[in-house]
């Protein structure tokens, strides 16, 4: 060993010293910090699935390649950093020698020329991520980055970083070469090879830059370890964890996608005949009453912001971005952290918990962060404002895209509960929706007894529960469908097509409530429970003695097909819930309905977020317009764009990007009061198809999208239909859903 091997090797080892013992003490912080919060036994179990998807979602980066040259661009950042992470260890033997390698596989061919080809194709993904972010700079002002609100140095850090330590990777391989210390054939590391060519033979070349390169990882080390938000840095290590711990592992797509997490209190689900708000927990008020998951969840994010870009809150003009609500919540549970890591905290009542010895020794910064509301304007100094809580649809986008399975509906949900539940603080005019819940059984307050008024004039008997008992499926109506002038119509063309089908059916008649959905989207678990626990005894006495696999329900609504299949599971009811899409389209199929008639002008379907998105239910209801169309296609997507005089023609945003049309979150019954309507967004990209024809497949989304087209003076020209609809014209052209009805406008 030299003297310049004696001054690598010494530095080498000083400087990583540091890193580790910084990043000791920054691991030990977040740990800490994560398990403030509250417990979630529930993410233990199924640990074979939690692995196995874990495995999927990270090393097939199933997520992020469904925005395919980001994603694949990641993969092989992601691919070089685990596995060139052997060639920062082995940096430590070149600094001791310039022939050093790794012990054993060091030597290896295929050593060589696996870590040759992902350095370079690392190279290439690290080029193309620093165009990517540059290009989308939040300071230019033609943009709406998705990079907006993110802390751009970081990015710029890490990715320089990344690309330094590649490169000197292969200045210490050329260097090899140079010195004839190198083992590996030209075949095998070209770009090696090429390297030695231009480079002198300096014998301590090698140690020299393999001193850079340990450097240059570990001041890496040393600035994530002081900044322990540093979420672009961390998730690389916390995306494993946070997968692992999502909250349904079997789901396709985003975990905290369908039915909302009960509200819990240590951990247990909550029971409103015994819960006591000054024992219990009712939502959430303070950041660390966040189950640790939703604290991990925090640390996880890194802020690339894919949640952001396709919010329908955030690209009408509202407060509300997912992720900044996510980093927002992220950096102020870091910063109290030294105050509850004291013992601080206020119990249920408000009190505080710690004695003022425990605190003495706490910052004065931390102590402030402490008295910031969760839920509060500027000017109350509020962590959330509530104009951001109040602006989501709950449509799942964010979840859905997500890398990294956080749960953003969930947390905003659970901080609404408290709002509602304790504070009695939400938007007015949502009081009369709850009101009308609670006395009425509907949001709309119509009167109980009128819920079987779309059944006059159908020209055929629709049977109630208790008059037959030999029906197939239960027909659950909802709410709009029974009371919403544009919902009947679904409801009869619905309730047509079944007995056009012979499909032996029933309905609950006055027996049936409001699902609870705007209720327990709102925050209002309470009455979510009452309406669920009322529905749920109702449908058990009306499948009495069947197993589940009989205890059929079709619905029209998403929203009341989500809850009663995904929810009330929850409260002891197990059905099998179907859409009215998917019931229709296994009838087309089986020839008991026949399409006569093509539908022309043009249709564009609109995939409503908890039919879709949700639920994952995309195939279904173009299955039944293609029949419709007459097209010959069944499901298959026809192209998108105007200038089509018939087929279905998708919107630019479709399926699992399909954009919101405002009214999910309760916020059907909320005034939408900053920004662009979200309605007239989708719209407009609706028109902008040329289609004639509308096509949803759930009520409020008819009721939004009807309306945008509207306040757009298109109401001559375009038609929201439901998908039911479009069907009937098409089996029974002349008798459309047992009623006259506006015909469909001229293509």
């Not at 570990?218 to 002081?226: A, F, K, R």
């Not at 870091?334 to 119990?347: M, T």
């Not at 544009?486 to 699902?515: P, Q, Y």
Request: aromatic residues 8%; hydrophobic residues 40%; proline residues 5%.
């Amino acid at each position: 060993m030299g003297s310049v091997q004696i001054v690598t090797t010494i530095l080498a080892a000083a400087i990583t010293a540091v890193a580790v013992w910084l990043a000791v003490r920054a691991v030990m912080k977040m740990t800490a910090v994560i398990r403030l919060g509250q417990p979630a036994p529930e993410r233990f179990g199924d640990k074979s699935a939690r692995t196995s998807k874990m495995l999927v979602e990270t090393l097939g980066h199933t997520r992020m390649l469904k925005w395919s040259v980001v994603g694949a661009a990641h993969w092989f950042v992601m691919v070089g950093f685990i596995v060139l992470s052997l060639l920062v260890l082995e940096a430590y033997f070149e600094v001791v020698s310039s022939g050093g390698g790794l012990p054993i596989i060091g030597h290896w061919t295929i050593f060589g020329l696996v870590t040759e080809w992902i350095g370079i194709l690392g190279l290439v993904g690290i080029g193309v991520l620093m165009v990517i972010r540059l290009r989308n700079r939040p300071n230019r002002p033609e943009n709406r980055s998705r990079f907006t609100g993110s802390t751009m140095w970081q990015g710029y850090f890490v990715e320089w970083i990344v690309l330094l330590v590649l490169i000197f990777g292969f200045i210490i391989r050329g260097f090899k070469v140079a010195t004839d210390h190198f083992e590996y054939p030209l075949w095998a590391t070209p770009l090696s090879h090429a390297v030695g060519a231009v480079l002198p033979d300096w014998s301590a070349g090698v140690s020299i830059a393999a001193l850079i390169k340990i450097a240059i990882s570990m001041t890496w080390l040393i600035v994530i370890s002081l900044n322990v938000t540093m979420g672009v840095a961390w998730h690389r290590f916390l995306a494993f964890p946070n997968i692992f711990f999502k909250r349904d592992p079997e789901k396709p797509a985003g975990s905290g996608l369908g039915p909302l997490r009960p509200m819990t209190s240590e951990g247990k689900p909550l029971d409103f005949e015994e819960a006591d708000p000054e024992k219990d927990q009712f939502g959430v008020a303070q950041v660390e009453q966040f189950s640790w998951k939703g604290l991990l969840d925090f640390s996880t994010c890194t802020e690339c912001g894919r949640c952001q870009s396709q919010c329908p809150a955030w690209n009408t003009g509202k407060p509300l971005s997912p992720k900044l609500l996510v980093l927002s919540l992220r950096d102020h549970a870091y910063a109290k952290a030294p105050y509850l890591l004291a013992g601080g905290g206020k119990d249920l009542t408000g009190e505080e918990k710690a004695t003022q010895e425990q605190l003495a020794g706490v910052d004065v910064l931390a102590m402030a962060e402490a008295d910031r509301p969760l839920i509060g304007t500027a000017e109350e100094g509020g962590v959330i404002d509530p104009d951001v809580l109040w602006s989501c649809t709950t449509c799942g986008a964010c979840v859905e895209q997500c890398p990294v399975d956080i749960e953003h509906v969930d947390h905003i949900v659970d901080m609404r509960r408290y709002q509602v539940l304790i504070e009695s603080s939400f938007p007015s005019e949502a009081g009369v929706m709850l009101r009308n819940l609670e006395n009425k059984g509907n949001p709309w307050g119509a009167p109980q007894n009128t819920r079987e008024d779309w059944t006059k004039g159908l020209g055929f008997e629709v049977p109630r529960v208790g008059e037959i008992d030999d029906f197939e499926y239960l027909f659950w109506v909802g709410c709009a469908g029974a009371f919403e002038d544009r919902a009947k119509k679904t409801t009869r063309a619905v309730a047509t097509l079944l007995n056009e089908a012979g499909v032996k059916f029933a309905i609950l008649g006055e027996g049936e409530t409001c699902s609870g959905d705007p209720a327990r989207r709102i925050g209002n678990e309470f009455v979510f429970q009452m309406l669920a626990q009322q529905n749920v005894e109702t449908l058990n006495e009306a499948f009495d003695g069947r197993e589940k696999s009989k205890r059929k329900i079709v619905a029209t609504c998403p929203h009341c097909f989500n809850t009663l299949g995904n929810e009330y599971g929850q409260l002891g009811g197990e059905f099998e819930v179907v859409h009215h899409t998917q019931l229709l389209a296994h009838l087309v199929s089986a020839g008991k309905l026949t399409p006569v008639q093509p539908v022309d002008g043009g249709v564009t379907y609109h995939d409503p977020c908890y039919l879709g998105r949700h639920n994952r239910i995309f195939a279904a209801p173009r299955e039944v317009l293609g029949s419709a169309i007459g097209d010959g296609r069944g499901g298959a997507a026809s192209d998108s764009g105007a200038g089509r005089d018939s087929g279905l023609i998708e919107m630019p945003r479709n399926s699992e990007r399909s954009f919101c049309c405002g009214a999910g979150g309760a916020r059907m019954w909320m005034e939408e009061k900053i920004g662009k309507r979200i309605n007239v967004d989708r719209v407009e990209e609706a028109m902008a198809t040329g289609a004639k024809t509308i096509a949803v497949g759930c009520p409020f989304c008819s009721t939004m999208l009807s309306d945008g087209v509207n306040g757009k003076g298109a109401g001559e020209q375009v038609e929201v239909v439901d998908v039911a609809s479009v069907l009937l014209r098409s089996v029974k052209p002349a008798a459309p859903a047992g009623e006259p009805e506006t015909a469909p406008a001229a293509g």
